[in-house]
């Protein structure tokens, strides 16, 4: 599993340093709740997530105390530094599977964050879902409990493709919980993943098909990514697997961005397309704006003013910090001006409204040559870039990584 940064010592009150007042200001406040559960660990996934038999004793209602203990927790922090009161403009409930909670306990959580915090009149307010764990009745609790949007793990559409990721779900299950959400006025979006092992570009093109068949607000498509320490890795280094060809990768990316756009589905983030600016994920937004979150739970990370901290990642660890009334972080950093500058130009390069030339000035003066080299190159846009924006071309969103490189010098 992915280890957590070093960071310095995160004081067990919480209590925020005095900086935050200052980089707070202009910032809209997001939450975020990690539920570290699954019913079977897909190989690919090095998220902070648990089996049953992994718990050490934590259970479903047991973790929801916790969470619900730290949403208080956090109302004190935020009030002794000082912050002016903000509600949440977003709530997001990530995984893990959120979803291995019942509807009740979610709509619980989300209730408490409203009192204790604030939740903003139409704030959007997803779960990620599994397909197979989803059904009407679940789907019409949340919505009657104030969830707006619905984020389903579709991955891929073709059965052979999902049992090499290990899903539980099927093709069948993923159109029924689309057809639920929408009757219950959530808004969907369905998550793909191109370069599974196997996958021949036909049948990538099959899954980009049948999710723009289901009409969703919003497709994310991400490029399979072979983490360190997964049974994927092991699979690969074996030999019993083929490590994802880039080529390919960049072709089946090419392809999303084909058929989605013809399908009047607008990229907005490298990975992310919508329908309509209206659907774009509000909160992945606040996210890659560097605005401020809370991250509750196992493992989740945080941002308020310029400060990042990040829970322990065992559920059972963090119910301990609970239990002993002290703050569940492990560690914390202290952003610099230029490591807030740098993560900036990292995370909003690969928006598309651009990011300001001005920014990357701040920290490469020289900046001018490589962007005209980008331009040259057809990764950035010439008129955007007169215009004072960083506008990534299709070419430029298959490189992005690199051409930041070359930014920051
Ligand atoms: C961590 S999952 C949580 C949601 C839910 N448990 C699910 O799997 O549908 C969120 C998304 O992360 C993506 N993801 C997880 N591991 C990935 C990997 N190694 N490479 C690319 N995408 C990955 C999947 O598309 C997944 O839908
Ligand atoms: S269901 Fe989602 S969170 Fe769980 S292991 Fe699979 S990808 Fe990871």
């Not at 935050?20 to 997530?49: E, Q």
């Not at 879902?129 to 949340?142: S, T």
């Not at 029924?176 to 092992?197: E, H, N």
């Not at 098909?209 to 092991?234: C, F, M, N, Q, W």
Request: proline letters at 4%.
């Amino acid at each position: 599993m992915a280890q957590l940064p070093d960071g310095d010592v995160a004081p067990l009150d919480g209590a925020l340093p005095a900086s935050v007042l200052a980089n707070s200001s202009n910032k809209t406040l997001h939450a975020y709740l990690h539920i570290p559960f699954c019913r079977v660990r897909c190989g690919y996934c090095d998220f902070n997530t648990y089996t049953s038999s992994e718990l050490r004793g934590v259970t479903q209602s047991s973790l929801l105390d916790d969470l619900l203990a730290e949403i208080r927790f956090s109302r004190q922090v935020l009030a002794n530094a000082g912050l002016p009161k903000r509600e949440f403009s977003t709530v997001f409930f990530g995984g893990g599977t959120p979803t291995q909670l019942s509807a009740a306990q979610l709509v619980e959580a989300l209730s408490v964050l409203r009192y204790e915090i604030g939740i903003a009149a139409g704030a959007e307010i997803t779960t990620e879902a599994n397909p197979d764990n989803v059904d009407d009745a679940y789907l019409a609790e949340l919505a009657a409990g104030g969830f707006t949007r619905i984020s389903l793990g579709m991955q891929s559409a073709v059965d052979s493709v999902l049992k090499v990721l290990d899903r539980t779900h099927n093709p069948a299950n993923v159109a029924k919980a689309v057809a639920a959400a929408k009757s219950a006025g959530l808004q969907v979006s369905v998550d793909l993943i191109y370069g599974a092992p196997g996958e021949t570009v036909e049948q990538w093109r099959e899954s980009l098909e049948t999710a723009i068949a289901l009409e969703p607000d919003h497709i994310s498509a991400y490029s399979l990514i072979v983490e360190d320490g997964t049974k994927l890795a092991r699979q690969i280094r074996g030999g019993d697997l083929r490590q994802p060809d880039e080529d390919e990768q960049a072709e089946k990316y090419e392809l999303a961005d084909e058929l989605l756009s013809k399908a009047g589905f607008g990229w907005y983030e490298v990975s992310n397309f919508s329908r309509t600016p209206e659907t774009r994920s509000a909160h992945n937004l606040a996210y890659w704006r560097s605005n401020d979150w809370w991250g509750y739970g196992p493992g989740a990370h945080s941002h308020i003013g310029g400060v990042r901290w990040w829970n322990v990642k065992h559920p059972a660890t963090f119910a301990q910090k609970i239990a002993d009334g002290v703050s569940p972080a492990l560690a914390r950093e202290v952003l610099s001006d230029e490591t807030r500058i740098t993560e900036r130009i990292l995370l909003e390069v690969r928006i598309k409204d651009g990011l300001a030339i001005e920014v990357v000035k701040t920290l490469n003066p020289e900046a001018a040559k490589p962007i005209s080299q980008a331009i040259a190159d057809g990764l950035i846009e010439a008129d955007a870039a007169l215009r004072g924006n960083l506008h990534l071309t299709l070419k430029g969103r298959l490189l992005a990584d690199a051409l930041v490189r070359d930014l920051l010098g």
